[in-house]
């Protein structure tokens, strides 16, 4: 956990003991919903990897997606500065509301930057699924010399169009090798977090 101390301890005197649980996607940065947590439920959160409420309602413990299949898998819980409030990150498996839609707030916009994360999510949702009826799926079958080749073509095709001066071209190239790095990334068994986590070293350097 990022903030050990403030994550183990939470104040439960407050609010008759449960607190306010906001539920972020870890990948994309939208706010999913709002549920309440108790200590118990907080306890099974951790414990099991899928996010768990305690229901108002119902008085008991509730994991999302006990009904519907579409859970939140954990990663990461912390503390606001109060110790009143938890910010729950998760991945979402399935839509969070009970609506059917992605958030409990609606169909909210993907930030531009989070699209990437969503995408990589769709590429490792291909995978295995029928070659002749997928893009990704055959890229993914053929192995990784083939996914590394791609990247290398497309490569050569944003820089000339980057010499080109065209930047429709330019844009159009770049994000081919922007699926096709991703896809490559999936095939080696790495994923785009770990080029940001090399990104960021070097920014603070």
Known sequence: MNNKQDFE?????????????????????RVLMLGYMNAEALKVTRSSGRVTFYSRSKQRLWTKGETSGNHLELVDVLADCDRDTLLVLARPHGPTCHTGTDTCFGNTRTPRIGFLAELERTIADRAGTDPEKSYTARLLAEGSKRCAQKVGEEGVEVALAAASGDRDELASESADLLYHLLVSLRSAGTDLESVLDVLIKRHRR
């Open 9 to 29: 301890d939470p104040d439960w005197s407050k609010s008759n003991g449960l607190l306010p649980a906001i539920v972020q996607d870890a990948d994309d940065g």
